[in-house]
């Protein structure tokens, strides 16, 4: 089967850094997807790593080591806006775009 | 550049009834995949669609069910409604069901089974 475990909750200062971790348990590997879901919204995409190493995208950046079960996504210069709930998700075992989603990580950006 | 839509936005059922979810594919998009969200949980994979025909299945009894049109469009359905279907309903579109492309989500529909 696939496990997936995130923090429930994190709170952050505005401006600051953030940092989310999520691992995962699966058979067979075929990436880690991450998501943002605003409250009575939509998940958006985020980010797809499928190889080890920090992928940077603007203020967002996601780290995977695959021989840990380990990713990260890494928050910078945090905004009020990005109070979300962030989502870990791997595919299901044979690859594909049906996903495993942990419970999410809800993240409060205060002054 | 009309992205995933749902119908309707909320809905309230009681137990035993049946219900009707739709959806709409982000345009270019041919695989609609279905998902259950309950309060303060992920998205829990219901079954997805591709070319008319159910390709994979979550862990859901046969009361789900689902169709996809020959324009991509989706519907969910669930019969004999139990208060635990009470969630968000998500409906998801990508081009092929093989990559893994990323899921472009619409915003769902909340229903409550009272």
């Known amino acids: 089967g696939q496990n997936i475990d995130q923090p429930t909750e994190m709170t952050a200062t505005e401006g600051a850094i953030v940092q989310i971790n999520c691992t995962y348990q699966?058979?067979?590997?075929?990436?880690l997807f991450w998501y943002q879901q605003h409250a009575g919204e939509a998940p958006t995409f985020l980010s797809y790593?499928?190889?080890?190493g920090l992928e940077e995208k603007g203020r967002f950046s996601s780290f995977l080591s695959r021989s840990k079960g380990y990713s990260y996504l890494l928050l910078k210069e945090l905004q009020m806006k990005d109070s979300a709930s962030y989502l870990c998700?791997?595919?299901?075992?044979?690859?594909?775009?049906?996903?495993?989603f942990g419970t999410g990580t809800q993240l409060k950006v205060e002054l | 550049d009309a992205g995933v839509t749902q119908s309707p936005t909320h809905l309230i059922k009681t137990r035993g009834q049946q219900v009707t979810l739709r959806c709409s594919p982000k345009?270019?998009?041919?695989?609609v995949s279905w998902y259950q969200q309950a309060l303060g949980q992920g998205p829990q994979f219901i079954f997805q669609?591709?070319?008319?025909?159910?390709?994979q299945r979550g862990n859901f009894p046969d009361r789900f069910s689902g169709h996809q049109f020959p324009n991509y469009s989706s519907e969910l359905n669930v019969n004999a409604l139990l208060l635990g279907d009470s969630a968000l309903y998500l409906c998801?579109?990508?081009?092929?069901?093989?990559?893994?492309?990323?899921?472009?989500f619409g915003n769902g529909t909340r229903l409550t089974v009272t």
């Open positions: 345009s270019g998009h041919d695989t």
């Open positions: 998801a579109s990508s081009l092929g069901p093989g990559k893994e492309s990323p899921l472009h």
């Open positions: 669609y591709y070319e008319e025909e159910e390709r």
């Open positions: 998700a791997v595919p299901f075992t044979g690859g594909g775009n049906k996903l495993t």
């Open positions: 790593n499928v190889l080890d």
């Open positions: 699966t058979s067979g590997f075929n990436g």
